[in-house]
């Protein structure tokens, strides 16, 4: 059993969280391709849309609706769909020091117009697996549970986790536990 993988949640300014993200927010570093999920509520609201500081489509991954959505605006219901998650595969074994997440940003309609859904994900959990295993590793607490992370508090606020010691892996899944509205996110992974 290993200790427990997250120690601190750390502020990082905008231009640090950019130049210490692993590539999540340039399309030419990670491809779209290179980011899948387990849903998404439309083509607009797709996994490669999960980009920390993304500006495509809603700006954010969203899961598709569960079984007490209505069809409404904001109206998600809290019974969203279980397990639904999030990868990257970075093509290579990568040395990662912390996540960043953050929820889905409002959207310009127009100058004066901006729409906002109030839609984050408060906790999750997150695996990783290295490019020469076939096994997916748990983020474990001291106790040997899933470890929790903390996630977001509001829309745009990007939360920063930083592991006891770096994991170095091709793919990192985050599964989202407790949201807001919907399972709705932008992240990062960060190298420094």
């Known amino acids: 059993m290993r200790e427990s993988a997250v120690v601190v949640q750390k502020d990082y300014s905008t231009p640090q969280l950019k130049k210490c993200g692993v590539g999540m927010q340039d399309i030419n570093k990670i491809k779209d391709n290179q980011i899948t ?3 998404m509520f439309r083509e607009d609201h797709g ?9 495509r489509g809603i700006k954010a991954w ?4 569960g079984p007490g959505y209505r069809a409404t605006i904001d109206k998600w219901s809290t019974f969203g769909l279980k397990n639904q998650w999030i990868t990257v ?3 290579k074994d990568t040395k990662i020091i912390g996540v960043v997440t953050a929820g889905r940003p409002p959207l310009l309609l127009s100058p004066t117009y901006r729409l906002y859904h109030k839609q984050w994900v408060k906790t999750f959990s997150m695996e990783y697996k290295t490019d020469k295993s076939n096994k997916l590793n748990s983020f474990l607490d001291p106790t040997g549970k899933v470890e929790v992370f903390q996630g977001n508090t509001d829309m745009t606020t990007p939360v920063v986790n930083i592991f006891r010691f770096p994991i170095t892996a091709r793919w990192f899944t985050i599964k989202p536990i407790n949201y807001v509205y919907s399972m709705c996110m932008q992240f ?3 190298v420094c």
């Open 47 to 55: 996994p490669q849309y999960g980009r920390l500081f993304e500006t």
């Open 62 to 65: 969203s899961t598709q609706p």
């Open 89 to 91: 595969d970075l093509k």
């Open 37 to 39: 999920g387990s849903s």
């Open 188 to 190: 990062d992974l960060l």
